[in-house]
Structure formats: structure tokens, C-alpha cells
């Protein structure tokens, strides 16, 4: 489990592919001091696992289907990619709850100076818009954001200087695809809803079938 707060910016240094998958090559340095084989590293938002690593450098492979369903796909050496450890059972919550299984990509559509903030406008699937809401929060290539505003085909986000210098997002530009996470709870919020309906349907039904006088009542009671 991750919170959407970035620890670095990482860089590509090779990118290799095969016919089932690629294999990454991250440079970084915070993570670095305590990473291990087997460790769990949000890139961009995406759950990677470890499976080699040196000094400055770690490696983790893709599916192909993560890397065509994701930004990943754009990614090339030198591309620049925010990083996160998992979290530890004694840190501090400090974003929201960030699984690292993306549910699509965005595009943006706006970028738009406001003073010191700038607003960020995605573009976003219908699937994913569903579970986006006014001061609710939404993971955009791993960071967590809180939702500013939502239209039937976008949501916008205002972020602060401190966000975009130690993030990818100060390097995006307009077009540019990012990966989108939204917010589990609402997801569970939702299963649960659905989930209940048909107790309370029938629980309806039962009471109306209890409820006034009928032909059965009286032929019960002896009238």
C-alpha cells in the first residue's frame, strides 16, 4: 500500500523488452538506502516489484499489458518517474490510500497559472469520472491530489509549487498521458451499496406483504 506522496523523482536508464515483458532500470538515491529484492516501488503510480538492484540503480519488470495499458508506454531512457516505498507500518499517512493498480489513463487537456497554484485539466473515461468527486482524492501518476472541480468529461486539480518541483508533474505538458488511480474507498463504498439492495428489496417486500387487512388475515382469525 501506497499514500500518493512522492519520495523522488527517478530517471529511466534502460528500457528492455521481450517478447512477455520489459524490464526497467531506475536510477534513484533516497530509495536506494534501505530498498531490498522483493520490495514493493510505486513508478508513476504503478506497483513494480524489485528484482535487482545496485548502488544507485534498481530493476523491475512490466507485463506487456501493464506497459500498453499504462504511461509507461511513453517512457524512454531519460524520462523522469516519481517514486514511492511502501508504506511502512510505522510512518505517517500523510496522502490517502494509493493500492498502485491503475484503473486507466488521462489526458491533459489545460494547463492554467493561478497565482502561485496551477490547475491541471484531465480528460478522463466515463468509468473513471464515476468515482471522482469534488474535494475527494485521486492519484495522477502516483501523486495524491485532491479534486478541485469535475465536468461530465474532466476534473481539474490545483497544485502547489512544492508538488510539481519534487514530481513529474512540473514536466507535463498539454496532451500528455498520465495514469489514474482513484479513490478504493469509493469503490468499497459502492460494492457495499449494490451489495445491500437486494436485502432491502426484499425486506420491502415482506413488510408490504404484512401490512392491511386481507381475505387470508380474516380466514385465520376465524371471520
Known sequence: ???????????????????SQAVLTIKAQKIMEDIHKGDSIAVNGICLT????????????????????TSLKMLK??????LERAMAADGRFGGH???????????ITEIKEDSLAIWYTIEASLEI????VEKGSVAIDGISLTVAKVTQTTFSVSTIPHTRKITTLGERKKGDMVNLENDIVGKYVEKFTNEIKP??????????????????????YGY
Do not use: C, W
Not at 500500500?1 to 517478447?19: D, P, Q, V
Open 199 to 220: 436485502y432491502e428489496t426484499a425486506i420491502n417486500t415482506s413488510e408490504k406483504k404484512n401490512q392491511g387487512i386481507t381475505r387470508e388475515k380474516l380466514a385465520h
Open 97 to 107: 490510500i494509493v493500492s498502485g493498480h491503475i484503473d486507466g489513463t488521462g489526458k
Open 50 to 69: 524489485v528484482t535487482a538492484f545496485s548502488k544507485n540503480e534498481f530493476q523491475a519488470d512490466v507485463m506487456h499489458e501493464t506497459l500498453n495499458r
Open 129 to 132: 469520472l464515476r468515482y471522482i
Open 1 to 19: 500500500m501506497f499514500t500518493g506522496i512522492i519520495e523522488e523523482k527517478g530517471t529511466i536508464s534502460k528500457i528492455m523488452k521481450n517478447a
Open 77 to 82: 531512457p531519460g524520462s523522469s518517474v516519481n
